[in-house]
């Protein structure tokens, strides 16, 4: 065996495993694009977020090095978080620099759960932590693997001048296929929120300053449906004035993720559907089964104009109308939500819709030709010879 040719079969074979391992590498990363992830900081401590099944969440924790200090997360609920790795370090290698830690939560279970990491020395005993993030998560079931992520934005702004504050949390979607389609659902978000700063703003410059009385504003967010197609989201907080009870905020938006538009009610239904009557009655009907709830609120609140359904979000068997606090029923009772089954819709629903198939509607047998058989029945019997006369004719 000559030399030129032992060479040639070493190249051969490291060409080979070189391919191997871009292909396994190429493998790994579809791998893990493919998988959901949200990412949070300490600046949104204290919220809570909705993930699907099997999501990743990624909290980014800042720490100071040299200190002794550093981030240790609580055990999580059994079977409801998994903890995938231990925390990775980004920076601050040398004494006093600013670092991150990043830890990786998996959702496994549906439900409420919890993520608490405090900052400490790991070797004193009996001391509390310098700082304690949590995080409370709503795990829903997920119906498919989106295409996307969702990064929370938070907003905080503080004029001890002007006496007032704002602290406001709102979803920015990243990766999404359709950049165009992105940039216009991200642009809707934001001009949304800018919106109520604005007023806010204009507002709180001159009644905190007139009246002397800190005036603020709280935003928070919750995804109350995520797919490839539409992206569900209701806003929620409150604006304090000096009131005895701030002002709630409310409001929903249901984003078509394709077109990059947000939905109206109205999107939902054909042209001319009585689709107010529907839902009138059946939230009426539904309310009035809980205890304690007066028919009055109930009747006004449930009323068939559009100004009572401004506020809802799809499900997979279901269209939630959110009634909000004083409109169905009194302040103390708080936002409620009403789920209407597509089925009490049935062909009024746009077949653009994506979430449901209308079920046609059986034609009476009676209108059906002689010929036609019902999908799934057995043909009906023949028909029994008359019996024959005594005589035999």
């Not at 990363?29 to 999501?55: F, L, M, R, Y």
């Not at 559907?273 to 309310?287: F, H, I």
């Given at each position: 065996?000559?030399?030129?040719?032992?060479?040639?079969?070493?190249i051969l074979l490291a060409a080979l495993s070189?391919?191997?391992?871009?292909?396994?590498?190429?493998?790994?990363?579809?791998?893990?694009?493919?998988?959901?992830?949200?990412?949070?900081?300490?600046?949104?401590?204290?919220?809570?977020?909705?993930?699907?099944?099997?999501?990743?969440?990624?909290?980014?924790?800042?720490?100071?090095?040299?200190?002794?200090?550093?981030?240790?997360?609580?055990?999580?609920?059994?079977?409801?978080?998994?903890?995938?790795?231990?925390?990775?370090?980004?920076?601050?290698?040398?004494?006093?620099?600013?670092?991150?830690?990043?830890?990786?939560?998996?959702?496994?279970?549906?439900?409420?759960?919890?993520?608490?990491?405090?900052?400490?020395?790991?070797?004193?005993?009996?001391?509390?932590?310098?700082?304690?993030?949590?995080?409370?998560?709503?795990?829903i079931a997920g119906s498919q693997k989106v295409?996307?992520?969702?990064?929370?934005?938070?907003?905080?702004?503080?004029?001890?001048?002007?006496?007032?504050?704002?602290?406001?949390?709102?979803?920015?979607?990243?990766?999404?296929?359709?950049?165009?389609?992105?940039?216009?659902?991200?642009?809707?978000?934001?001009?949304?929120?800018?919106?109520?700063?604005?007023?806010?703003?204009?507002?709180?410059?001159?009644?905190?300053?007139?009246?002397?009385?800190?005036?603020?504003?709280?935003?928070?967010y919750e995804v109350k449906f995520q797919s490839?197609?539409?992206?569900?989201?209701?806003?929620?907080?409150?604006?304090?004035?000096?009131?005895?009870?701030?002002?709630?905020?409310?409001?929903?938006?249901?984003?078509?993720?394709?077109?990059?538009?947000?939905?109206?009610?109205?999107?939902?239904?054909?042209?001319?559907?009585?689709?107010?009557?529907?839902?009138?009655?059946?939230?009426?009907?539904?309310?009035?089964?809980?205890?304690?709830?007066?028919?009055?609120?109930?009747?006004?609140?449930?009323?068939?104009?559009?100004?009572?359904?401004?506020?809802?979000?799809?499900?997979?068997?279901?269209?939630?109308?959110?009634?909000?606090?004083?409109?169905?029923?009194?302040?103390?009772?708080?936002?409620?939500?009403?789920?209407?089954?597509?089925?009490?819709?049935?062909?009024?629903?746009?077949?653009?819709?994506?979430?449901?198939?209308?079920?046609?509607?059986?034609?009476?047998?009676?209108?059906?030709?002689?010929?036609?058989?019902?999908?799934?029945?057995?043909?009906?019997?023949?028909?029994?010879?008359?019996?024959?006369?005594?005589?035999?004719?």
């Amino acid at each position: 065996m000559s030399k030129r040719f032992v060479f040639r079969t070493l190249i051969l074979l490291a060409a080979l495993s070189l391919a191997l391992v871009v292909l396994a590498s190429a493998g790994n990363c579809e791998e893990v694009q493919q998988q959901n992830s949200i990412t949070v900081t300490g600046a949104d401590n204290g919220s809570k977020i909705t993930v699907s099944q099997n999501d990743l969440v990624i909290v980014r924790l800042e720490y100071t090095s040299g200190t002794g200090y550093t981030w240790v997360a609580d055990k999580p609920e059994r079977d409801k978080l998994l903890l995938m790795k231990n925390p990775e370090f980004a920076a601050g290698d040398m004494p006093g620099a600013k670092g991150i830690e990043i830890f990786t939560f998996k959702a496994m279970e549906t439900g409420p759960s919890v993520i608490r990491i405090n900052y400490l020395r790991p070797w004193e005993k009996n001391v509390p932590p310098a700082e304690t993030f949590t995080l409370n998560l709503e795990v829903i079931a997920g119906s498919q693997k989106v295409s996307y992520v969702l990064d929370p934005v938070t907003i905080k702004e503080q004029k001890l001048n002007k006496n007032w504050s704002i602290l406001v949390r709102y979803p920015e979607i990243r990766n999404f296929p359709k950049g165009n389609q992105q940039k216009s659902c991200n642009d809707i978000i934001k001009k949304s929120i800018d919106t109520q700063v604005k007023q806010f703003e204009d507002q709180a410059d001159k009644g905190a300053k007139d009246k002397n009385i800190p005036w603020s504003l709280y935003i928070d967010y919750e995804v109350k449906f995520q797919s490839n197609d539409y992206l569900g989201v209701v806003f929620t907080g409150n604006l304090g004035s000096g009131g005895a009870n701030p002002a709630p905020i409310i409001y929903s938006m249901l984003l078509d993720l394709n077109k990059g538009v947000e939905m109206n009610l109205s999107d939902l239904f054909n042209p001319g559907a009585n689709y107010l009557v529907v839902m009138s009655e059946y939230s009426s009907k539904k309310l009035s089964e809980k205890q304690n709830m007066d028919e009055s609120w109930i009747n006004k609140g449930t009323a068939a104009v559009a100004g009572n359904y401004r506020i809802f979000y799809p499900n997979n068997d279901s269209l939630v109308i959110v009634f909000p606090p004083n409109q169905a029923a009194p302040y103390s009772e708080g936002a409620i939500d009403v789920p209407i089954p597509y089925e009490e819709f049935n062909d009024l629903l746009n077949p653009d819709f994506k979430l449901y198939t209308p079920v046609p509607e059986a034609v009476p047998a009676s209108e059906r030709p002689a010929s036609e058989e019902v999908p799934g029945s057995s043909p009906a019997p023949a028909p029994k010879p008359a019996p024959e006369s005594a005589s035999g004719k």
